[in-house]
């Protein structure tokens, strides 16, 4: 039952998650670079992919720790099979794409508040309340141009997660 309520949990936040990271970077990022979107708009888009960032970012690790703990003991496992080594993988997969999201939405943040400090960040993300008192400038282009390497990063890092998760499940060999 625990088993396959984890398996749950992983699956849909893995599935939330990478879907709001390829979401932005298609539809969002696009609209926010050639400044058809508002500038509020845009950071109430980036912020939210944050939230969804940290919180899978609890979700994820806590039901793949357990999937491992279950599904690969003795942990020789995780670097003795083909399957260990894509688990390895969506772990890694996972670090470097978190921290992308996380450091492509301090840059915007920085754009308009450079003081901001990490607790402050890690705190409150971008809320749209952080543009209160910030005249028009930078716009939306400008906060597009500075997250684009990372946005677009994340979303590339999103289809090798979502690649990795097929091949779990497609069953490759041990
Ligand atoms: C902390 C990071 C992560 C860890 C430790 C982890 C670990 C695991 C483990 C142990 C399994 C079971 C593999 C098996 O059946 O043999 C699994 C399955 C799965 N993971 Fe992750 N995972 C992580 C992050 C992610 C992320 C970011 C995604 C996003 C796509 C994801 C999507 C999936 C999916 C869809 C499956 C089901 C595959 C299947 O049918 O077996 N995981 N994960």
């Known amino acids: 039952m625990l088993r396959t309520v984890a398996f749950v949990a992983h699956v849909l936040s893995g599935a939330v998650w990478t879907g709001a990271a390829l979401f932005v970077a298609y539809a969002v990022l696009p609209r926010a670079t050639d400044g058809t979107m508002s500038r509020a708009g845009f950071v109430d888009a980036a912020h939210r992919l944050l939230m969804i960032t940290r919180w899978t970012g609890v979700a994820l690790p806590v039901t793949g720790a357990y999937l491992v703990w279950l599904l690969y003991r003795p942990l020789e496992l995780l670097t003795g099979t083909s399957r260990g ?47 209160d008192g910030i005249g028009a400038a930078p716009g939306s282009a400008r906060l597009a141009a500075v997250a684009r390497p990372y946005l677009l990063a994340s979303a590339g890092l999103a289809v090798l997660l979502l690649v990795d998760a097929a091949l779990l499940a497609g069953g490759i060999p041990a």
């Open 85 to 131: 080594w894509a688990v390895l993988a969506m772990l890694s997969l996972w670090g470097v794409m978190n921290g992308l999201v996380e450091l492509g939405v301090l840059r915007m943040r920085r754009e308009v508040d450079p003081d901001v400090g990490w607790g402050e960040y890690m705190a409150e993300g971008f809320p749209v309340e952080a543009l």
